[in-house]
């Protein structure tokens, strides 16, 4: 199974600054046919589901804020959001969807220093 | 709007038998893959169990095989988790979720939870 690692567990940031999620793989998640990594992020607000932010590693969910970007190819990946809003008070998950059986990052709880 | 609404989740004891559903509206059900995520404080996300858009494929993580079954029923728009023999580390909230792509989750139902002790 593909090992997926946040860090940090949690992180405090200021409003208006800038966070920034790694997550790792124990393997690549680049398939080489299409040049795509196959790397996922979520977004879940306390009391609601998880909310597709990114896919492809940096390519954005319609509807989701330009603040929200991601980075990375192969075994390393980066969620940064810049100018922090209140509203973005989560927990980011990372996801391999590279193959099966799909698995997620522990988790990185973001609040607001 | 893309909705995904799970029943089905309650206490049982350990051994016991639970059968979820998810209702799905707000899209062409049949032409999507569907699957179940569940969710616990101590392990957070893990994926159970997909099926391909015409039920033709299923596939699930080790810790469920030969226990739980997933099927659905596209004149209903309707997706099934049939869950056996049941273990303590089974409770957690179950997810029914849309795939698009290659494996991600693009849509989520709100979570039922199942609980599994005596």
């Known amino acids: 199974d593909i090992v997926m690692t946040q860090s940090p567990d949690s992180l405090a940031v200021s409003l208006g600054e800038r966070a920034t999620i790694s997550c790792k793989s124990s393997q690549s998640l680049l398939y080489s046919s299409n040049n795509h990594n196959y790397l996922a992020w979520y977004q879940q607000k306390p009391g609601q589901p998880p909310k597709l932010l990114i896919y492809?590693?940096?390519t954005r969910e319609s509807g989701v804020p330009d603040r929200f970007s991601g980075s990375g190819s192969g075994t390393d990946f980066t969620l940064t959001i810049n100018s922090l809003q209140a509203e973005d008070v989560a927990v980011y998950y990372c996801q391999q969807c590279y193959g099966l059986p799909y698995t997620f990052g522990q988790g990185t709880n973001l609040e607001i220093k | 709007e893309v909705q995904l609404v799970e029943s089905g989740g309650e206490l049982v004891q350990p051994g016991g038998s639970l059968r979820l559903s998810c209702a799905a509206s707000g899209f062409t059900f049949s032409t999507y893959n569907m699957g179940w995520v569940r969710r616990t404080p101590a392990r957070g996300l893990e994926w159970v169990a997909y099926i391909k858009l015409d039920g033709s494929g299923k596939y699930y993580v080790d810790s469920v095989k030969g226990r739980f079954t997933i099927s659905r029923d596209n004149a209903k728009n309707s997706l099934y988790l049939q869950m056996n023999s049941l273990r303590a580390e089974d409770t957690a909230v179950y997810h029914c979720v849309r795939l698009s792509g290659w494996g991600r989750f693009d849509a989520w139902g709100q979570g039922t939870l199942v609980t599994a002790s005596s």
């Open positions: 492809w590693a940096s």
